[in-house]
């Protein structure tokens, strides 16, 4: 068959991952109100499902239409759509639908991995061939997560999150992720931040043990050096949260962590048995969990129609 014969592209899905945060170091807020960070990103096995088609306007719709995303003109999938046929200078639109299953404000960039696969499921459908460093452009400028959820696996980012750099991880994590039934507004969790630590440095320190213990495959060096600089403010706004953790403690994770700016709980093992004990325990317990390896992919497609 030639090329001519075949028939158009009509559906493209694209699944992208949740991510965590290994380490979340922040520093006083810059000129432009965003805040400096170091960290280290890992994709873990939670996704996002999108799938475009073309259409006369641009719509976007939930298979889960409870789950509280705004629909509108905000939804940053819709944002990532315009913001690349912008780029190509084309008057093109699309319908985007989406099926959850990252935990919505959850800490864990819903949003951003719907940013990313929106972003490579158009390239596809409409054969854009948009190069990898205008991708990781246009993603900076939707949001701090976004260049990373397009990346994956286990990167080092630094500037406000946005600029990300592979790092060497040779360890295989299983994450029990505890959600929580309300999110947490991430601006919030900054300003707290800042009422707490009004010396914060302007250059968050490197995590260079937690790079060594990765490279390494270590899981024990791994959990002893996670840290995420959010996590006190986090507490402040969620009292709620430090019962949930003394739960989770009382489990013998290899270490419990705080999600990005929360409220998601996370309990990691270095080996898929031991948590699926820990699952059974804390969802006897009355919690909402799931259970994710990492790391894990960055957005890729998964079917074309
Ligand atoms: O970049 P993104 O849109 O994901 O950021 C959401 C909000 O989180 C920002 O409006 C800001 O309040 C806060 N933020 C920050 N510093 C960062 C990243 C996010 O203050 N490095």
Known sequence: MTAAALPPTTGVTVRAPAKVNLHLGVGAPRPDGFHPLVTVYQAVGLYDDVTVTEAPDWSVELVEPEVAVPLDGENIALRAGRALVAHHGLDLAAHVRIDKGIPVAGGMAGGSADAAA???????LWDLETTDEDLLRIAAELGSDVPFSLLGGTALGTGRGEVVEPVADASALWWVVVLADDGLSTPAVYRHF????PDAPAEPADPTALLAALAAGDVPAVAAVLENDLWSPARDLR???VEVEADLRSMDPAAVLLSG????????FGDVDAARVALADVTALGHRATIAPGPVAGAHVVHYG
């Open 118 to 124: 929106t972003l490579v499921a158009l390239d596809r």
């Open 194 to 197: 800042d009422e707490l630590h």
């Open 239 to 241: 009292p709620d949260l």
């Open 261 to 268: 700016s929360g409220p998601t709980l996370l309990m990691l």
